[in-house]
Antibody, heavy 124, light 111 residues
Framework: QLQLQQSGPGLVKPSETLSLTCTVSGGSISNSNYYWGWIRQPPGKGLEWIATIYYTGSTYYKPSLKSRVTISVDTSKNQFSLRLNSVTAADTAVYYC????????????????WGQGTLVTVSS | QSALTQPRSVSGSPGQSVTISCTGT?????????VSWYQQHPDKAPKLMIY???KRPSGVPDRFSGSKSGNMASLTISGLQAEDEADYYCCSYADNYTFWVFGGGTKLTVL
Protein backbone atom coordinates (compact mmCIF):
# COMPACT_ATOMS: atom_id res chain seq x y z
CA GLN A 1 0.00 0.00 0.00
CA LEU A 2 1.43 3.33 -1.06
CA GLN A 3 1.96 5.85 1.71
CA LEU A 4 3.00 9.50 1.60
CA GLN A 5 4.52 10.76 4.83
CA GLN A 6 5.01 14.49 5.24
CA SER A 7 7.61 16.14 7.45
CA GLY A 8 8.53 19.70 8.23
CA PRO A 9 7.93 22.49 10.74
CA GLY A 10 4.44 23.60 11.66
CA LEU A 11 5.47 27.16 12.46
CA VAL A 12 7.35 29.55 10.18
CA LYS A 13 8.16 33.20 10.79
CA PRO A 14 7.02 35.87 8.33
CA SER A 15 9.50 36.53 5.49
CA GLU A 16 11.21 33.18 6.08
CA THR A 17 11.07 30.00 4.02
CA LEU A 18 8.58 27.18 4.43
CA SER A 19 10.11 23.75 3.76
CA LEU A 20 8.23 20.45 3.60
CA THR A 21 9.26 16.98 2.50
CA CYS A 22 7.10 14.07 1.39
CA THR A 23 8.55 10.57 1.66
CA VAL A 24 6.95 7.91 -0.50
CA SER A 25 6.83 4.32 0.74
CA GLY A 26 5.30 1.20 -0.74
CA GLY A 27 6.08 2.33 -4.28
CA SER A 28 8.65 4.13 -6.38
CA ILE A 29 8.65 7.85 -6.98
CA SER A 30 10.26 6.98 -10.34
CA ASN A 31 7.10 5.27 -11.58
CA SER A 32 6.59 6.84 -15.01
CA ASN A 33 2.80 6.79 -14.66
CA TYR A 34 2.63 9.42 -11.95
CA TYR A 35 3.50 12.95 -11.01
CA TRP A 36 3.98 14.29 -7.49
CA GLY A 37 2.45 17.49 -6.25
CA TRP A 38 1.67 19.86 -3.41
CA ILE A 39 -1.77 21.27 -2.65
CA ARG A 40 -2.70 23.57 0.22
CA GLN A 41 -5.87 24.55 2.04
CA PRO A 42 -6.09 27.70 4.20
CA PRO A 43 -8.19 27.23 7.34
CA GLY A 44 -11.87 27.13 6.42
CA LYS A 45 -11.15 27.66 2.72
CA GLY A 46 -10.80 25.65 -0.47
CA LEU A 47 -8.02 23.68 -2.13
CA GLU A 48 -5.24 25.34 -4.07
CA TRP A 49 -2.69 23.60 -6.26
CA ILE A 50 0.86 24.84 -5.70
CA ALA A 51 3.33 22.79 -7.74
CA THR A 52 4.02 19.41 -9.33
CA ILE A 53 7.13 17.48 -10.31
CA TYR A 54 7.96 14.43 -12.39
CA TYR A 55 10.69 12.01 -11.34
CA THR A 56 12.86 13.31 -14.17
CA GLY A 57 12.82 16.75 -12.56
CA SER A 58 10.27 18.43 -14.84
CA THR A 59 8.39 21.02 -12.81
CA TYR A 60 5.05 22.79 -13.04
CA TYR A 61 4.01 25.77 -10.91
CA LYS A 62 0.88 27.73 -10.22
CA PRO A 63 1.64 30.97 -12.07
CA SER A 64 0.78 33.29 -9.16
CA LEU A 65 3.14 31.41 -6.81
CA LYS A 66 5.92 30.58 -9.24
CA SER A 67 8.27 33.36 -8.13
CA ARG A 68 8.31 32.05 -4.54
CA VAL A 69 8.08 28.27 -4.95
CA THR A 70 10.59 25.53 -5.63
CA ILE A 71 9.66 21.87 -5.90
CA SER A 72 12.39 19.25 -6.07
CA VAL A 73 12.74 15.48 -6.15
CA ASP A 74 15.31 13.07 -4.72
CA THR A 75 14.76 9.70 -6.34
CA SER A 76 17.50 8.06 -4.25
CA LYS A 77 15.50 8.83 -1.11
CA ASN A 78 12.07 8.41 -2.73
CA GLN A 79 11.21 11.93 -1.61
CA PHE A 80 10.05 15.21 -3.03
CA SER A 81 10.09 18.59 -1.36
CA LEU A 82 8.51 22.01 -1.36
CA ARG A 83 10.09 25.33 -0.55
CA LEU A 84 8.03 28.51 -0.36
CA ASN A 85 9.98 31.65 0.42
CA SER A 86 9.04 35.08 1.75
CA VAL A 87 5.99 33.68 3.52
CA THR A 88 3.23 35.82 4.98
CA ALA A 89 0.15 35.09 7.06
CA ALA A 90 -1.69 34.38 3.80
CA ASP A 91 0.44 31.26 3.39
CA THR A 92 -0.97 29.75 6.59
CA ALA A 93 -2.63 26.53 5.47
CA VAL A 94 -2.73 22.77 5.66
CA TYR A 95 -0.25 21.57 3.06
CA TYR A 96 -0.78 18.19 1.39
CA CYS A 97 1.57 16.19 -0.77
CA UNK A 98 -0.09 14.02 -3.39
CA UNK A 99 0.35 11.50 -6.18
CA UNK A 100 -1.18 12.72 -9.41
CA UNK A 101 -2.08 10.84 -12.53
CA UNK A 102 -0.92 11.96 -15.93
CA UNK A 103 -2.52 13.35 -19.06
CA UNK A 104 -0.20 12.41 -21.87
CA UNK A 105 3.07 14.14 -21.06
CA UNK A 106 1.50 16.50 -18.52
CA UNK A 107 0.41 16.12 -14.88
CA UNK A 108 -3.22 15.19 -14.43
CA UNK A 109 -5.75 16.49 -11.93
CA UNK A 110 -6.66 13.19 -10.30
CA UNK A 111 -4.99 12.42 -6.98
CA UNK A 112 -5.29 8.89 -5.67
CA UNK A 113 -2.93 9.15 -2.70
CA TRP A 114 -2.53 12.02 -0.26
CA GLY A 115 -0.16 12.77 2.58
CA GLN A 116 -1.54 13.26 6.04
CA GLY A 117 -1.46 17.04 5.77
CA THR A 118 0.69 19.50 7.69
CA LEU A 119 -0.73 22.65 9.22
CA VAL A 120 1.83 25.36 8.65
CA THR A 121 1.22 28.56 10.56
CA VAL A 122 3.07 31.73 9.59
CA SER A 123 3.51 33.80 12.70
CA SER A 124 6.24 35.57 14.62
CA GLN B 1 -11.63 33.94 -5.85
CA SER B 2 -11.59 30.41 -7.25
CA ALA B 3 -11.19 29.78 -10.95
CA LEU B 4 -14.21 27.44 -11.02
CA THR B 5 -17.60 28.39 -9.56
CA GLN B 6 -19.54 26.07 -7.29
CA PRO B 7 -22.61 26.71 -5.13
CA ARG B 8 -21.60 27.29 -1.51
CA SER B 9 -24.06 24.74 -0.20
CA VAL B 10 -26.61 22.15 -1.24
CA SER B 11 -28.81 19.87 0.82
CA GLY B 12 -31.00 16.84 0.49
CA SER B 13 -32.79 14.22 2.52
CA PRO B 14 -31.65 10.62 2.82
CA GLY B 15 -32.54 8.67 -0.28
CA GLN B 16 -32.88 11.76 -2.46
CA SER B 17 -30.56 12.90 -5.23
CA VAL B 18 -28.54 16.10 -5.33
CA THR B 19 -26.48 17.68 -8.08
CA ILE B 20 -23.52 19.99 -7.55
CA SER B 21 -22.55 22.23 -10.44
CA CYS B 22 -19.13 23.51 -11.35
CA THR B 23 -18.81 26.29 -13.90
CA GLY B 24 -15.63 27.19 -15.71
CA THR B 25 -14.54 28.50 -19.08
CA UNK B 26 -13.38 27.33 -22.49
CA UNK B 27 -9.83 27.31 -21.07
CA UNK B 28 -10.55 24.67 -18.48
CA UNK B 29 -13.76 22.63 -18.20
CA UNK B 30 -14.95 23.49 -21.69
CA UNK B 31 -11.63 22.74 -23.29
CA UNK B 32 -10.72 19.39 -21.77
CA UNK B 33 -12.38 16.20 -20.55
CA UNK B 34 -10.29 16.15 -17.40
CA VAL B 35 -12.58 17.11 -14.56
CA SER B 36 -12.21 15.54 -11.13
CA TRP B 37 -14.36 15.70 -8.02
CA TYR B 38 -13.12 15.31 -4.45
CA GLN B 39 -15.01 14.63 -1.23
CA GLN B 40 -13.57 16.01 1.99
CA HIS B 41 -14.78 15.26 5.48
CA PRO B 42 -13.73 17.60 8.31
CA ASP B 43 -10.05 17.40 9.16
CA LYS B 44 -9.46 14.70 6.55
CA ALA B 45 -7.56 14.66 3.30
CA PRO B 46 -9.69 14.90 0.16
CA LYS B 47 -10.83 11.70 -1.52
CA LEU B 48 -11.11 11.27 -5.27
CA MET B 49 -14.69 10.47 -6.26
CA ILE B 50 -14.77 11.14 -10.01
CA TYR B 51 -12.01 11.64 -12.60
CA UNK B 52 -11.97 12.26 -16.33
CA UNK B 53 -15.50 13.75 -16.02
CA UNK B 54 -17.37 10.46 -15.58
CA LYS B 55 -15.02 7.76 -14.26
CA ARG B 56 -15.22 6.36 -10.74
CA PRO B 57 -12.14 5.04 -8.93
CA SER B 58 -12.37 1.57 -7.53
CA GLY B 59 -14.35 1.53 -4.30
CA VAL B 60 -16.46 4.63 -4.98
CA PRO B 61 -20.16 3.74 -4.94
CA ASP B 62 -22.05 4.02 -8.22
CA ARG B 63 -24.37 6.45 -6.46
CA PHE B 64 -21.78 9.05 -7.47
CA SER B 65 -21.76 10.12 -11.10
CA GLY B 66 -20.23 12.92 -13.11
CA SER B 67 -21.11 14.70 -16.31
CA LYS B 68 -20.18 17.74 -18.36
CA SER B 69 -21.90 20.06 -20.78
CA GLY B 70 -20.01 22.92 -22.34
CA ASN B 71 -18.23 24.86 -19.59
CA MET B 72 -20.15 23.24 -16.75
CA ALA B 73 -19.47 19.98 -14.97
CA SER B 74 -21.80 18.31 -12.50
CA LEU B 75 -21.59 15.77 -9.72
CA THR B 76 -24.77 13.87 -8.93
CA ILE B 77 -25.20 11.85 -5.78
CA SER B 78 -28.21 9.59 -5.75
CA GLY B 79 -29.67 7.71 -2.80
CA LEU B 80 -28.16 10.19 -0.34
CA GLN B 81 -26.71 8.72 2.81
CA ALA B 82 -25.68 10.40 6.04
CA GLU B 83 -22.00 9.70 5.35
CA ASP B 84 -22.20 11.70 2.13
CA GLU B 85 -22.34 14.88 4.19
CA ALA B 86 -19.05 16.57 3.37
CA ASP B 87 -17.42 19.28 1.28
CA TYR B 88 -17.09 18.59 -2.44
CA TYR B 89 -14.53 20.20 -4.72
CA CYS B 90 -14.41 20.16 -8.48
CA CYS B 91 -11.24 20.73 -10.43
CA SER B 92 -10.15 20.76 -14.02
CA TYR B 93 -7.08 20.58 -16.15
CA ALA B 94 -6.49 23.99 -17.68
CA ASP B 95 -4.13 25.25 -20.34
CA ASN B 96 -0.42 24.52 -20.45
CA TYR B 97 0.32 27.59 -18.34
CA THR B 98 -2.23 27.22 -15.55
CA PHE B 99 -2.47 23.40 -15.50
CA TRP B 100 -4.85 22.84 -12.58
CA VAL B 101 -7.76 24.89 -11.23
CA PHE B 102 -10.16 24.20 -8.37
CA GLY B 103 -13.65 25.27 -7.46
CA GLY B 104 -14.32 26.93 -4.14
CA GLY B 105 -16.10 23.91 -2.71
CA THR B 106 -19.70 22.99 -1.92
CA LYS B 107 -20.92 21.93 1.50
CA LEU B 108 -23.43 19.08 1.22
CA THR B 109 -25.82 18.74 4.13
CA VAL B 110 -27.88 15.59 4.51
CA LEU B 111 -31.04 16.67 6.29
Amino acid sequence: QLQLQQSGPGLVKPSETLSLTCTVSGGSISNSNYYWGWIRQPPGKGLEWIATIYYTGSTYYKPSLKSRVTISVDTSKNQFSLRLNSVTAADTAVYYCARQGRIGARPGVSVDYWGQGTLVTVSS
Amino acid sequence: QSALTQPRSVSGSPGQSVTISCTGTNSDIGGYNFVSWYQQHPDKAPKLMIYDVTKRPSGVPDRFSGSKSGNMASLTISGLQAEDEADYYCCSYADNYTFWVFGGGTKLTVL
